[in-house]
């Protein structure tokens, strides 16, 4: 594959290599670019998340394209959202394999029957996730021509909101170590922090009541600490008026109620705004409690962050349905605003058995496995199914089964050069071939009539050794990371 190169010449002195890693080691802890361990746990402990020493290369071009479309994608998923029959439609066979999905869906049909529902806005936190696409090499055999290409769509739990923000500021403080601060001016300003609280703030402010709080939604246990604190201590900063509790389903359920006018209740302290932090997985809810605590807030007049349809809307299967000819149109009014989102989108099948997509998609893979991604409707990664594995993957499920998932072309992105600073690591650390993955951030709010409030909010970019498939940072997989624009 074809190599973007690097910012400043690579490989770097030993001497100047290590002063500056253990530099940028204290200053990401310090900075809160940090997690808990998963192999010694301590609540009372944090080391440094995995990083990138120097910013990678990335189009201008190609990310001030995504900037913008971020709020067409918002307003996309907002009216997907609140197309029932949509997605109905879209999950008919998904729920029937599919036991989580069901389970929202549950909770989903149930809410739109309630009578005394009183559901109004809804508040999405998106994420956009791409990556680069090398196209062509330019005339002179340097750098790749590349365009970028969707990978999904997160409306639950997007994460980087403030690891994000924080990356550009690690890399800003090495390449300045470096003697190289002249460079920094091409690391985009990034506000994903400030952003996604705004949008929170703004929900908040749309209830009106005063003294209310906002629930974050989190884990029984919380790693990825950082990056769910500082949108609290950010909110608390900026408003100190407003009150964040944290709780998780479980605690929901012990100590949560309606009230009369199905107002959502920690105890004695009433909520108006809920940030779900964790619910996206089987795993959250252990018992029929943390269901029954998921259909409580649902049911309540809170502003969910997200509502069970936009949660819905967010799974693998209705992106896959939204990559249909024609399907925009359904949504999107706009031709320019169509051909916009079209251009991103890479090819996404459906793997339905009773269908003749779903037979074709299933010749392809078989065909040519390597060209292929195969996705269920799970967030958080680790759930996805690449290339030469797919094979045996879908010989053990049944044609009912299979209809849960969806099949993806594989992106295959320009590569980089860099140094991966890892806890433990040694030293001098490789310089290693590696890939990223861009995410743009943005806040909609709104109901089924109209949208109030939309924005793009910031971006994070990860990145992960080359031959790796999956490049979570919480999960182990990748590190922090921030584009380094140029001009091609």
Not at 55 to 63: G, N, S
Not at 288 to 293: I, K, S, V, Y
Not at 380 to 385: I, R, Y
Not at 431 to 437: A, I, K, N, R, W
Request: hydrophobic content about 35%; proline content about 6%.
């Amino acid at each position: 594959m074809p190599d973007l190169g690097s910012c400043i010449p690579f490989p770097l002195e030993e001497e100047a290599l290590k002063e500056v890693i253990s530099k940028a080691k204290d200053w990401a802890i310090m900075h809160g670019a940090a997690l808990r361990s998963k192999v010694n746990f301590s609540e009372d402990s944090l080391q440094f998340a995995p990083f990138i020493l120097l910013p990678t290369l990335f189009p201008r071009r190609e990310f001030e394209k995504a900037v913008r479309l971020q709020p067409i994608l918002n307003e996309l998923m907002h009216w997907v959202a609140h197309d029932t029959e949509f997605l109905r439609e879209t999950l008919s066979n998904t729920i029937k394999v599919d036991e989580f999905t069901r389970k929202l869906f549950e909770i989903y049909e149930k809410i739109l029957a309630d009578k005394d529902s009183t559901q109004s806005y809804s508040l999405g936190l998106l994420r956009s996730d791409l990556m680069l696409e090398s196209c062509c090499t330019d005339k002179d055999n340097q750098r790749p021509y590349c365009c970028w290409k969707q990978i999904e769509i997160n409306t639950i739990a997007s994460g980087f909101g403030h690891l994000g923000p924080i990356s550009r500021e690690i890399q800003s403080f090495v390449l300045t170590e470096l003697n190289h601060a002249d460079k920094v001016k091409n690391l985009p300003q990034n506000n994903a922090l400030a952003g996604l609280c705004e949008g929170m703030i703004e929900a908040w402010n749309l209830k009106g009541n005063p003294n209310a709080a906002i629930l974050f939604i989190i884990e029984d246990v919380t790693y990825n600490i950082c990056d769910q604190r500082f949108h609290e201590f950010y909110i608390r900063k900026m408003h100190p008026e407003i009150k964040v509790i944290r709780k998780t389903l479980t605690e929901v359920h012990q100590f949560g109620s309606l009230g009369p006018n199905n107002e959502l209740k920690i105890n004695d302290v009433e909520v108006t705004v809920v940030y779900f932090r964790a619910g996206y997985e089987p795993g959250h809810y252990p018992s029929q409690n943390e269901w029954d605590a998921r259909y409580v807030i649902e049911k309540s007049t809170a502003i969910k962050c997200p509502s069970i349809s936009y949660h819905l809307a967010g799974t693998k299967k209705v992106q896959q349905a939204l990559a249909k000819p024609g399907i925009l149109k359904r949504f999107i009014t706009d031709d320019i605003k169509i051909k916009q989102i079209t251009d991103i989108f890479t090819g996404l099948y459906a793997m339905d058995s009773n269908t003749d997509e779903g037979q074709t998609a299933l010749r392809m893979v078989l065909t040519d496995p390597a060209k292929y991604v195969l996705k269920p409707q799970r967030e958080g990664g680790g759930n996805n199914v690449y290339g030469h594995d797919i094979p045996n993957a879908l010989q053990k499920m049944s044609d009912v089964e299979r209809s849960a998932w969806i099949l993806m072309e594989r992106i295959f992105p320009p590569i980089s050069k860099g140094y991966m600073i890892r806890p433990g690591g040694s030293f001098p650390p490789p310089l290693v071939d590696l890939v990223s993955e861009l995410g743009i951030f943005g806040a909609v709010i709104g109901d089924k009539n109209a949208i109030v409030y939309n924005s793009h909010c910031g971006h994070m970019l990860r990145t992960k050794l080359e031959k790796s498939n999956e490049g979570g940072v919480a999960a182990g997989s990748g590190a922090l990371d921030s584009p380094y624009l140029y001009d091609d």
